[in-house]
């Protein structure tokens, strides 16, 4: 072989090698899009049955259940929405998550800031029982809890199922809300000290709006984590007309029959809202996220 044949080999094999790695990148490429896309299907496959079945009458209801019904039939929601007392149950329900959501948003930032940038005797230890609060399941306290409420009265109140609920969020606001203040950069807070501000003026007018990215992420998962709560309003509502969502659609399970198609549209109606609620808010939640992710 002469020198120009040894000099030509290496050029030609390199741009072989290049489209084989283009190739295997290629593929590497759409088989996690493949399996993207049959999680995306695995996960939205129940709520394509359900939105189905909410627009089916009885008669069809099983009748080809994955094929588009015509003509679509709405009094599935009409009769649950007014029929089976449910515009009282999403009121209530509103009204709960929302009471929650504010006591949450009160006391979980100034907590978050007082550990992160406040110097407090022993603040590592009072963190460190915040933190034990994430490992207690709120089954195991349901028992004190309810005779707690009981000798305050607050059965059969909203406020009885308010104040347990924000109570529970509280160790992961805290923490979270920790963790989105470490971020807030010292020298901000010291130059407003040095114009004079109060230190309640340092927390509302000055770490408050540079964080406002994580208030909005607590405040759509609290009120997520209020709107599905099951476990404590069953136990301390007894009350038919003060019932949230998630209680009140025990009722359209008779004990001779089930209301398909009413399920499925008291599914649409109780899930509606947090689909709106997350696509308004989603920049804001990733954003607040990812607040102390990267330093």
Do not use: C
């Amino acid at each position: 072989m002469n020198a120009t044949a040894m000099l030509a080999a290496p050029s030609a094999s390199r741009p072989a090698g290049r489209h084989r790695s283009l190739g295997a990148y290629a593929a590497g490429r759409l088989g996690r899009h493949l399996i993207l896309v049959l999680f995306a299907l695995y996960a939205l496959a129940p709520v394509y049955l359900v939105l189905l079945a909410s627009v089916r009458s009885e008669a069809d209801l099983f009748s080809g259940p994955l094929s588009l019904p015509w003509p679509i039939d709405l009094s599935n929601y009409a009769r649950t929405w007014n029929e089976s007392g449910f515009a009282h149950y999403f009121l209530n329900s509103l009204i709960i998550s929302t009471g929650s959501t504010v006591l949450v948003l009160l006391t979980a930032p100034l907590a978050g800031y007082a550990f992160a940038k406040l110097d407090l005797p022993r603040k590592e230890l009072l963190f460190g029982l915040f933190l034990a609060g994430l490992v207690v399941p709120a089954p195991s306290v349901i028992v004190a809890l309810y005779g707690n409420l009981q000798k305050l009265g607050l059965l059969d109140t909203r406020l009885g199922v308010i104040l347990p609920q924000a109570a529970l969020l509280l160790p992961f606001s805290v923490f979270m809300m920790r963790t989105v203040m470490q971020d807030v950069p010292k020298e901000l807070i010291e130059a407003a000290v040095v114009d004079g501000a109060s230190p309640l003026s340092v927390y509302f007018r000055v770490v408050l709006p540079v964080v406002r990215p994580g208030l909005m992420s607590l405040a759509l998962i609290a009120f997520l984590f209020s709107w599905q709560e099951y476990l404590l309003p069953l136990v301390v509502i007894q009350a038919d007309d003060l019932k949230p969502l998630t209680v009140g659609a025990a009722t359209l399970q008779g004990r001779y029959g089930v209301d398909y198609g009413g399920i499925a549209a008291a599914g649409t109606i109780a899930f509606g809202p947090l689909v709106v609620l997350f696509l308004v808010m989603q920049r804001s939640f990733v954003r607040g996220l990812t607040a102390g992710a990267v330093k």
